[in-house]
């Protein structure tokens, strides 16, 4: 991928676009655009890319789905099989609540959607029968598959690279026969009609992103917006971070003993990911988020677990740190 950037150090920050994404409101939450400028590129590996390369100073990826699980393509992102990324590094997090829309163009035989009910359920069956195709990003399908099952189960879905790109592709057919899954803003920037609201499975659906960077332009601990609004609860540190390990599949207990660092340095794992190695056949690249509380000698004990690590397993990588916080309003998001 060739890239022209304007220049090492440049206030950007790179994001999942089209606008209107969820990815973009989660840069906005995280940064805002008074200091950086907010960039959107065509797919997450893009944004690994423009941060490795300095295109961008911060980049903003999906890492989880409350609803539908880990995004793979951040975690092949953060697993980085050919080395193309060994300079990033995790810095932050944010979550980003997720109601999904279902836009498109009216069918002319149906009554607007003003005099609809903006529950799903109550919609009636014959305001879709127009719709041959539904596109959307492969979570937010997951995540409204009991709508779609109900609704549209004989239209065909079709993965995009995000839920703005599907609003930008139906805008572009005014045929009324396809859809998209995307939000609310977006029917705003792409002028499409709201076919239904809040089609998601779950009403607590919300996304985490992450916070990447470069570890020589600027420190996990900068000034960010995202953390920069927020207190520790309690007046006590909280500290969140990521490290990838590979084991010998020689060993039947390296597995174990590498999980069994992070309680011995006494370090609570909040979550695992594993990705093909693309080595060895059936080996793995383990992705382990951990939490350090009370971390006023967390500095000793995630050098304890590093030393640790590295003596059980094969190989293994820093992909960084942060502190973690607590909104003012109480919300441990």
């Not at 677990?305 to 960084?320: F, P, Y």
Request: some cysteine; overall charge neutral; charged content about 15%.
């Amino acid at each position: 991928m060739s890239l022209t950037c304007s220049g090492i150090g440049s206030p950007i920050v790179a994001y999942l676009g089209p606008i209107a994404s969820y990815s973009q409101q989660a840069a906005l939450q995280a940064f805002g655009e008074d200091v950086w400028q907010l960039k959107p590129v065509d797919t997450i590996q893009d944004i690994f890319v423009e941060v490795q390369s300095q295109c961008a100073t911060w980049g903003v990826v999906p890492l989880e789905n409350s609803a539908n699980g880990a995004v793979d393509l951040t975690l092949n992102g953060l697993a980085d099989y050919n080395r193309s990324y060994v300079n990033i590094q995790v810095g932050g997090d944010t979550y980003v609540p997720v109601n999904h829309y279902l836009l498109g163009h009216h069918s002319p035989t149906v009554p607007s959607a003003t005099s609809q009910s903006s529950k799903a359920q109550e919609l009636p069956i014959d305001s879709f029968q127009h719709i041959q195709k539904v596109y959307s990003h492969p979570q937010a399908l997951g995540q409204c598959s009991k709508f779609l099952d109900k609704y549209l189960k004989n239209a065909q879905r079709l993965e995009v690279s995000s839920t703005s790109k599907a609003a930008a592709i139906v805008s572009n057919d005014t045929t009324g026969k396809v859809a998209a899954i995307s939000s609310e803003l977006a029917s705003k920037a792409f002028k499409l009609d709201v076919l239904a609201k809040s089609i998601q499975d779950q009403d607590d659906n919300t996304t985490r992103f992450l916070i990447i960077s470069r570890n020589d332009t600027l420190p996990a601990k900068s000034p960010t917006q995202f953390n920069a609004n927020c207190q520790c609860s309690g007046g006590q540190k909280t500290y969140k971070g990521f490290l990838s390990f590979t084991v010998s599949r020689e060993s039947s207990r390296a597995l174990t003993q590498g999980l069994s660092a992070f309680a011995e340095s006494d370090i609570s794992i909040i979550g695992i990911h594993s990705r093909p190695g693309r080595v060895l056949p059936f080996q793995y690249i383990y992705l382990v988020e951990f939490e350090v509380r009370n971390s006023g000698n967390g500095d000793r004990r995630i050098g304890a677990l590093m030393e640790r690590i590295g003596s059980v397993t094969q190989d293994h990588r820093w992909l960084g740190g942060w502190q973690a916080c607590h909104e003012s309003t109480g919300d441990s998001h």
